[in-house]
């Protein structure tokens, strides 16, 4: 399939689909979880059919010649070249969100959920297209982004003003900041640690 990608003025690139695709897969949880509200079982039970079938698929494209060929032809639109040699972002995206949503409790994993499905993306867009102070391959108007709409959001979802604010201003910064741990993983997981933290104080 031909990869469909938008070019910056900057010369960076997006990958619209990719990012529908990210923002889906939060959102189908995050969706799921309202309905099924208090209980996270069938959640949970979904993304870990999921996790297994991007682990399958990923062990079948790194190990043979004929997976990793059509894997790339098929569904290069939803990769970045840095998963060539790796796993796919998807495999974390969907570890993590196993991990929240069983640690946290379900309005805190559901904050958790919309600063990794939600404000990632924002973070991402924001930075690439009017994007000019940055920190390393990250930009500073890209996280203002990130935590505006993250917090608007929150104030919904999680138990109090504070609490929001706690995960919207974690998530920006952990996607801001340059740690070498994959951003499927640390935002959603950092910022609801802050959460759970504030909502115990």
């Known amino acids: 399939m031909r990869l469909f990608k938008i070019k910056t003025t900057e010369g960076l690139l997006i990958n619209p689909i990719r990012t529908l695709w990210h923002v889906s897969l939060g959102m189908l949880v995050f969706i799921v979880m309202v309905q099924k509200y208090p209980s996270?079982?069938?959640?949970?039970?979904?993304?870990?059919v999921a996790l297994f079938?991007?682990?399958?698929?990923?062990?079948?494209?790194l190990t043979t010649k004929s997976g990793n060929k059509i894997f790339w032809k098929h569904f290069s639109f939803l990769t970045s070249k840095k998963e060539a040699r790796g796993p796919n972002t998807s495999l974390y995206y969907v570890l993590s969100l196993i991990i929240a949503v069983t640690v946290f409790e379900p309005r805190i994993a559901m904050g958790a959920i919309i600063c990794l499905a939600i404000g990632d993306p924002i973070a991402s867009i924001v930075g690439k297209t009017v994007g000019r102070y940055r920190i390393g391959g990250k930009s500073i108007e890209g996280a203002i982004a990130n935590f505006l709409v993250c917090f608007f959001i929150l104030i919904f979802i999680v138990?109090?003003?504070?609490?929001?604010?706690?995960?919207?201003?974690a998530g920006a910064l952990i996607e801001l900041?340059?740690?070498?741990?994959d951003d499927n993983i640390s935002i959603p997981l950092v910022s609801g640690f802050a959460m759970m933290v504030v909502s115990r104080l």
Not at 177 to 181: A, C, E, G, I, R
């Open 159 to 169: 138990p109090s003003t504070l609490i929001a604010l706690a995960g919207a201003l």
């Open 40 to 48: 996270t079982r069938l959640v949970i039970k979904g993304l870990l």
């Open 177 to 181: 900041l340059p740690v070498p741990v």
């Open 53 to 61: 079938a991007f682990a399958a698929v990923d062990i079948i494209r």
